[in-house]
T-cell receptor, first 116, second 114 residues
Framework: GAGVSQSPSNKVTEKGKDVELRCDPI?????LYWYRQSLGQGLEFLIYFQGNSAPDKSGLPSDRFSAERTGGSVSTLTIQRTQQEDSAVYLC??????????????FGQGTRLTVV | AQSVTQLGSHVSVSEGALVLLRCNYSSSVPPYLFWYVQYPNQGLQLLLK??????LVKGINGFEAEFKKSETSFHLTKPSAHMSDAAEYFC????????????FGTGTRLKVLA
């Protein structure tokens, strides 16, 4: 596709359930990022994939959060046993990567997660 | 470690007035700097970026920013605000070594008054 695609756009789930959020990056982009945006907060870094390297998971808030990236393309962010504080907009971004920190990240529209 | 500070979580300006959104960064190595805009219920869109070379960077929609190394600042300006500029603006930093994750500021919500 032309841009970063995220699905679903909205997700309402019950506390304690698991959720999966999907991100389809721009073709050819080797770097993929997940961020969380809570109401009134900035963008909180969660995890970063660069090519075949081990992901940078330093931003994941707890072991209930995990992410994978299959075949260097599509990524899935999984939140297990969701809590109300997990309610936020989850943004995915991709960039050319490959050591090119000067290139910008392109963002998807986000998934709005509401835990009730 | 690199970080970004945006002064003022909310800024209001009158239509036609100067827009000034402040961003200061901390980085132990020369940074790459970015400004993004987020319109309601949308993702982030790049306004402009500084990598190397000219310190005054021009972006889309009439915005520009100046990299001032001595002040560790990268403030965003626009000479004349338009109603359509109402949005949230984020400053971000990336670095040339180590990881390339983008570190974002907490954002500034710009309100434009008629």
């Amino acid at each position: 596709g032309a841009g970063v695609s995220q699905s679903p756009s909205n997700k309402v789930t019950e506390k304690g359930k698991d959720v999966e959020l999907r991100c389809d990056p721009i073709s050819g982009h080797t770097a993929l990022y997940w961020y969380r945006q809570s109401l009134g907060q900035g963008l909180e870094f969660l995890i970063y994939f660069q090519g075949n390297s081990a992901p940078d998971k330093s931003g994941l808030p707890s072991d209930r959060f995990s992410a994978e990236r299959t075949g260097g393309s599509v990524s899935t962010l999984t939140i297990q046993r969701t809590q109300q504080e997990d309610s936020a907009v989850y943004l995915c971004a991709s960039s050319l990567g490959g050591g090119q920190g000067s290139t910008e990240a392109f963002f998807g529209q986000g998934t709005r997660l509401t835990v009730v | 470690a690199q970080s970004v500070t945006q002064l003022g979580s909310h800024v209001s300006v009158s239509e036609g007035a100067l827009v000034l959104l402040r961003c200061n960064y901390s980085s132990s190595v020369p940074p790459y700097l970015f400004w993004y805009v987020q319109y309601p219920n949308q993702g982030l869109q790049l306004l402009l970026k500084y990598t190397t070379g000219a310190t005054l960077v021009k972006g889309i929609n009439g915005f520009e920013a100046e990299f001032k190394k001595s002040e560790t600042s990268f403030h965003l300006t626009k000479p004349s605000a338009h109603m359509s500029d109402a949005a949230e603006y984020f400053c971000a930093v990336s670095v040339r070594s180590g990881t390339y994750k983008y570190i974002f500021g907490t954002g500034t919500r710009l309100k434009v008054l008629a």
